[in-house]
């Protein structure tokens, strides 16, 4: 069992920056690939990022590649999402969510644990 908490959302202006942190408590969090997905009002959850249990290999969805930068710090069991050059297309409720495995994963079936997600507002 695996307990995620995010934090770190916020309203902030289209170019800016935001870290958001997902801290986990449970059971071998480093045997853990973890991801994070994002769901606009209105739309399905969508895929953002993964990184692998060790974090030397990570995947990005198209729209945030060269922006977003996913990374773990397995020391302190949490999971980081670096977000540049926002835009209020970005505009959504942010999970992270922990998989069984050592690889990435970009499928939500993929995925067992889940945060309570956390809010970022992009303004134009």
């Known amino acids: 069992q695996v307990q995620l908490v995010e934090s770190g959302g916020a309203v902030v202006q289209a170019g800016d920056s935001l870290t958001l942190s997902c801290a986990a408590s449970?059971?071998?969090?480093?045997?853990?690939?973890m991801g994070w997905f994002r769901q606009a009002p209105g739309k399905e959850r969508d895929f953002v990022a993964a990184i692998n249990w060790r974090g030397d290999s990570t995947y990005y969805v198209d729209s945030v590649k060269g922006r977003f930068t996913i990374s773990r710090d397995n020391a302190k069991n949490t999971v980081y999402l670096r977000m540049n050059s926002l835009t209020p297309e970005d505009t959504a409720v942010y999970y992270c969510?922990?998989?069984?495995?050592?690889?990435?994963?970009?499928?939500?079936?993929?995925?067992?644990?889940w945060g309570q997600g956390t809010q970022v507002t992009v303004s134009s």
């Open positions: 969510a922990a998989a069984s495995g050592p690889h990435y994963y970009a499928r939500l079936v993929n995925y067992d644990y």
């Open positions: 449970g059971r071998a969090f480093s045997s853990y690939a």
